[in-house]
Nanobody
Framework: HVQLVESGGGSVQAGGSLRLSCTAS????????MGWFRQAPGKEREIVAA????????HYVDSVKGRFTISQDNVNNTVYLQMNSRKPEDTAMYYC??????????????WGQGTQVTVS
């Protein structure tokens, strides 16, 4: 059973940096696509970044390109989201997700409980 636990959320001033961590258990890291999503109040959930180590591919939503970096530590089964140059519109609940073999998180995905990020 795949379990994901996010950490690292908090409040940061605009322009500041924050790093989120997602520690996973119960899976083989190389076979899963890992993603970070966010949902702001009153808005739909959106994907922020994804990485699939088996294909050495990463994806970012346009609004975070050049500011956010997703990375994966397969030894510690942890996925990170480094967020720089934060903007108020980055304020949201951030979720980690894992999906076996494909980066299609609409089905068969596992989700963490979320961590709140606030930019003021």
């Amino acid at each position: 059973h795949v379990q994901l636990v996010e950490s690292g959320g908090g409040s940061v001033q605009a322009g500041g940096s924050l790093r989120l961590s997602c520690t996973a258990s119960g899976y083989t890291s190389g076979t899963y696509c890992m993603g970070w999503f966010r949902q702001a109040p009153g808005k739909e959930r959106e994907i922020v970044a994804a990485t699939y180590a088996a294909l050495n591919r990463t994806h970012y939503v346009d609004s975070v390109k050049g500011r956010f970096t997703i990375s994966q530590d397969n030894v510690n089964n942890t996925v990170y989201l480094q967020m720089n140059s934060r903007k108020p519109e980055d304020t949201a609940m951030y979720y980690c997700a894992a999906r076996i073999r494909y980066c299609d998180f609409d089905s068969l995905a596992h989700w963490g409980q979320g961590t709140q990020v606030t930019v003021s």
